[in-house]
């Protein structure tokens, strides 16, 4: 595969948009017209002499660097878009295992230089966008590192390499009959490592839960030494040593060993769409569904607006008409929703949760019959492709971005309300609407996350994009940090969640980690300026960004 | 209900050991003779002068220092029992609000007073008890916060005040129709604080999970402020203050108020006992039914000693002799185990469950029948009475002690025969033979707890008593801190276990919590010595004991 040098995946990969779907965006944003990408050649010719001192490990390649300097956020889209990198790493190292890791750390301290820790570079937070700095900069790419080192079958526990991609864990774990079951949208690129790093969630949590629950142990390497955290399954010892480091996105150090609970290949995997008559309903039934723990291994519940939107997007016209027709039929109207759901398990075990789930899907009114089956079928085939469609709509010059959160069960529909309606309104100032709609896709007893997408016009230059992208970015992340939830549930904080961390961790909070961080990394060398705001941030232009991020973010705390 | 002052739980409760109970132990052991207890008024009379200056929340007599200053280690017991209390606290505070806690801080901060949190006094591990100071100690007891305070239905989260015992956990939230689901043996007495403080586990951990899945947030008081850890259902945004308070056993800071992830009450609950014809079919039908899956409650499995020694303890010879002739027809021989499990949740999800717990059972060899059921509910009624056992046979001269790790299924058999030999072994050179005897209750897809329980005579005084103790906790610790396990799964570290806490989280995570600790509390303020060793102790009798270990722990880190 041919990995695209500007935007997300394969290059031989182009997701389709039908026209009834194109038409569907323009009725609500307007009629949009593309800007001009920049070549790889003009980006190459900007990149600077390199501030490193020459290291066996160390290339300073032009196109390596470009390719290793921005991530998968909409600013970092903005820059690979438009040429204007603003900051490359000044090299980019490809150890092979711990001690060259090691050998890599020890050279950073020796001559001064700032360490990114790089694993699949899908980060849409900026984790691994480098701020400009007096010191030379060093991204550590881990891709090499990429190998099922062992698997102990008893105790069902696999080490990998931390830059061990989505589907090289899965195939090296499918050959021994095992899955780890980690699924996010990433999936295609992101690494172990960097799912660790930055606490992230999978599309079957319910089944084989968070990154957290796989997370047995494993080595990170650190300006102080090595750190193996061992596997032990459970302890009432004191906090436990994966918690503390696990979200630090680099910060303490950088891992490089990471050792997963794994599970055998299921008997039989499953998956369904359900049509539900509206938002409440369909928000009950799948409450109803976690908190009497029926097992499942998803649950997903598009909103009315998501449900639509993903129809004409996934669907020709004709099909499309005749499943409205069909479901108008049975009584859904403009409200339905749409409850996509799987199960993995024995066969057994799939029949007994399937006979709980249509119960309670039936009882609030639930509609799939023989089309469940067939578009699960069609969501599971298609499901990590929805980062192609940015690549797609930014050729008709329609931006997209998405954002997401979580809170409890009893506040769910006041932030998705909330936050939806900051998003339709932020750029109203401006003349333009904004396209937006929601679904819920990890659910817990306690509550559930919120993904929300939203569509809106490339103005006519890249400034001015990027301006429209910090109205909606801010208004929406204020909303969440006085909402009772969480900056991010699933995709770390970077760089740009940074400044509303403390509205979640609190004063108390932020010491924590502050301290942690200053105990460990004292010069602040380690991926600076990520989770926690660096102090004297060099780069002007992001500077200022960030300024007003925080003025936001603090009105809202204050 | 009267409390013991110097034992477990209520006065009025004798477990009486049947004759041929005794006897087994007696075989293995030899005869014994009882130590005399001290009465609680020559206690009180030991008690010194209050160093505390006057303060209306502080309570400084006698009795109240007496009934606080011990919980329920074996030294602990020896202290209560023979009366050589060595240290009291000099006062004991028992607020009714977090701001009569925080007051209490800052009244500690005042007058240079040590503090040491209280809840059910329930300590296996030397939590709560005093180390001798230059300083004056303040003892605050949280039985006082035990409400229900909120209960949120729709997000299934309750808030208890933190002290809270579990009876009246579960009392509160059955009136509402929801339970908790947390049932440690010490349930009787132990409290919601003091569970998420020591991050304790409850025999039905497979549903419910351990006290990390339940704690949802809440309010810890520090002497920087007070800590509001918020509730949000799962984030990626940097390390989960939750996992950072949880486990740091006052060192932080006092839980107030506790937030829990509760469940409604299940339809049927179900607890079931079979045997199996020898350990390797045991722990593998455990194995097997944890890795795939199958929804259950608890499972507990009591190896070939333990079984023999429950079934002598809990039965009349007679009812023993007609089992064990009905088992032995069935072919089960010396070497069978008892597997006891519990399903519980709707009467359909049991069923499913029951079936697939059955055919994997039989396909080991087990052996249940109609007694299954009969002594899954004997086992239902008597599941919090075994820490009254310790109370019958002391008064034969009969100690007993417990100790607990969680490790890896492939290390389970290697370490639980490693600690066994250990402590069977620990008294030959003084001629003393110890009865041993362990289960695994915890069930991990990754591994297990191991509980063993030994039995020891009583020496001709309390000092050889005690010394007895110390080999045998030494040794098996030693095993425990080399055998790729944790310290404790679900006791906690306090006093007994520091020494041996650097083996489990190596050097750089002791320096975690040495410098959390060390930025919260420089003066080592707040329950000094507890998880991390205090760097001067003054008891120069402890000081030594602890050194030995020390030296011990150090030769096994080394």
């Known amino acids: 595969m041919g990995r695209r040098w500007n935007g997300w995946g394969d290059e031989s990969y182009i997701k389709e948009v039908p026209a009834h779907g194109e038409r569907l965006i323009h009725s609500v944003i307007g009629e949009t017209h593309a800007l001009t990408d920049a070549t790889l050649e003009s980006v190459m010719a900007q990149v600077p002499a390199s501030r ?6 160390v290339v300073t390649a032009a196109e390596d660097r470009v390719r290793h300097a921005r991530g998968q956020s909409f ?8 040429g204007d990198f603003g900051v490359f790493p000044d090299g980019v190292a490809y150890p092979e295992t711990s001690s060259q890791v090691r050998e890599l750390l020890d050279y950073a301290v020796e001559h001064d230089v700032e360490v990114i820790p790089y694993g699949g570079g899908t ?5 691994i966008t480098p701020l400009a700095s007096q010191r030379a900069i060093l991204t550590i790419d881990l891709g090499r590192m990429n190998q099922l080192m062992e698997l102990n079958e008893e105790s069902q526990i696999a080490t990998f390499g931390a830059g061990t991609p989505g589907p090289l864990v899965e195939s090296q774990l499918r050959a021994r009959g095992y899955t780890l079951g980690h699924f996010p949208q990433s999936w295609e690129l992101s690494t172990i490592g960097g799912w660790v790093a930055s606490r992230s969630s999978g599309q079957q949590s319910l089944r ?10 494993g080595r990170m390497e650190t300006l102080l030494g090595t750190m193996d955290i061992p ?11 994966r918690e503390i480091t696990m979200g630090m996105e680099g910060r303490m150090g950088i891992f490089t060993e990471v050792k997963v ?39 997903r519940v598009s909103n009315a607006k998501e449900a639509k939107t993903h129809l004409h997007l996934g669907t020709q016209e004709k099909q499309f008409k005749l499943l409205d027709r069909f479901l108008r039929l049975m009584g859904m109207g403009d409200e339905r929703c749409m409850l996509t759901y799987g199960v993995t398990g024995t066969k057994y075990q799939n029949k007994t949760s399937l006979k709980q789930i249509r119960k309670v899907l039936k009882s609030h009114g639930g509609v799939g019959g023989p089309l469940a089956n067939i578009m699960g079928s069609i969501w599971s085939h298609g499901r990590f492709k929805f980062p192609y469609l940015r690549e797609t709509t930014w050729t008709r010059g329609i931006a997209v971005d998405t954002l997401e959160t979580s809170t409890d069960w009893d506040n769910i529909d006041q932030l998705m309300a909330d936050v939806e309606s900051a998003l339709e309104t932020a750029l109203r100032s401006d003349g333009e609407e904004v396209m937006v709609f929601t679904h819920l896709s990890h659910m817990y007893t306690q509550g559930s996350s919120i993904y929300t997408t939203y569509f809106f016009r490339c103005a006519d230059s890249y400034e001015e994009t990027l301006e ?13 940090a006085r909402g009772r939830a969480t900056i991010s549930h699933q995709h770390g904080v970077g760089k740009d969640h940074a400044p509303y961390l403390p509205a979640e961790k609190g004063a108390l909070g932020m010491r924590v980690l502050n301290t942690l961080v200053q105990d460990f990394d004292p010069q602040q060398r380690m991926n600076p300026g990520t989770l926690l705001e660096k102090s004297n941030a060099g780069n002007t232009a992001e500077h200022a960004a960030k300024k007003a991020q925080q003025e936001a973010a603090e009105s809202v705390v204050g």
């Open 75 to 82: 600013p970092d889209w903005l820059a690979m878009r438009s």
């Open 468 to 480: 429209r992208w910090r109205k909606l970015k801010n208004k929406a992340s204020s909303v969440i």
């Open 261 to 299: 609970r794994v599970t055998r290949m299921a008997e039989e995997e499953r998956f369904f769409v359900v049509f539900m008559p509206n938002w409440q309903a369909a928000k009950t039934a799948v409450r109803e569904l976690v908190q009497n723990k029926v097992p499942m291994s998803m649950m």
């Open 208 to 217: 084989y839960g968070r990154i957290e629950q796989m997370f047995a142990g």
């Open 231 to 241: 596997t032990i399954p459970a302890s009432s010892a004191g906090p436990d040593m």
């Open 123 to 127: 980060s849409v937070a900026g984790h």
């Open 52 to 57: 490193l001192p020459a290291h066996p490990l």
